[in-house]
């Protein structure tokens, strides 16, 4: 900017600096916004790189409910044992081939196919059902026996979770 100066007074070179000061001042707050804008745009983008880092990384505690049943696979419905409540939790494993006993259970339970595969069947109305591995079912409830077995070529690993009562035997076993 240019200044001016008139002779023998100096009001003309105030004005000029009182400009050049407006101006400055105008300049430092384009630049004091275009700084904020440039943080709002980093942080926006920071917080959208953490988003994604998070997504990618998994909770410290997760949880899936793998089954919730009031019935079992066939269709009998739960009801707990009087007495003193006990958990029971078994492995189970099946050799290729390997069939159960036809059996009973007084209180509800839930398996999981581990390993293998196994073949659930109540010879008393031909009902059957193929499970495979990775499959959660709701253990049977009383009334018709059953029978389970191995038809595949590998063990069959089964967990299964009981919840019965103190001197409640898991599986009921029918004698031929």
């Given at each position: 900017?240019?200044?001016?100066?008139?002779?023998?007074?100096?009001?003309?070179?105030?004005?000029?600096?009182?400009?050049?000061?407006?101006e400055g001042s105008a300049t430092t707050m384009?630049?004091?916004a275009f700084t904020y804008a440039a943080l709002f745009l980093f942080c926006c983008g920071t917080q959208k790189v953490l988003a994604q880092?998070?997504?990618?990384?998994?909770?410290?505690?997760?949880?899936?409910?793998?089954?919730?049943?009031?019935s079992s696979w066939k269709g009998d419905q739960y009801k707990y044992p009087q007495g003193?409540?006990?958990?029971?939790?078994?492995?189970?494993?099946?050799?290729?081939?390997?069939?159960?006993?036809?059996?009973?259970?007084?209180?509800?339970?839930?398996?999981?196919?581990?390993?293998?595969?196994?073949?659930?069947?109540v010879p008393a109305t031909g009902l059957a059902?193929?499970?495979?591995?990775?499959?959660?079912?709701?253990?049977?409830f009383k009334n018709d026996p059953h029978t389970c077995e191995n038809t595949g070529t590998k063990v069959a690993k089964v967990f299964v979770f009981y919840a019965g009562a103190v001197g409640l035997p898991t599986s009921y076993y029918i004698q031929k």
């Open positions: 900017m240019k200044r001016l100066r008139a002779k023998g007074s100096t009001s003309g070179y105030r004005e000029a600096q009182a400009m050049q000061t407006t384009t630049w004091k880092q998070a997504e990618k990384q998994p909770e410290p505690i997760s949880s899936e409910v793998l089954i919730q049943a009031s003193t409540p006990m958990i029971t939790v078994k492995t189970i494993h099946f050799q290729p081939g390997a069939k159960s006993k036809p059996h009973s259970h007084d209180m509800p339970g839930a398996a999981l196919i581990q390993e293998g595969e196994l073949l659930c069947e059902k193929r499970f495979l591995k990775g499959a959660v079912l709701p253990t049977t």
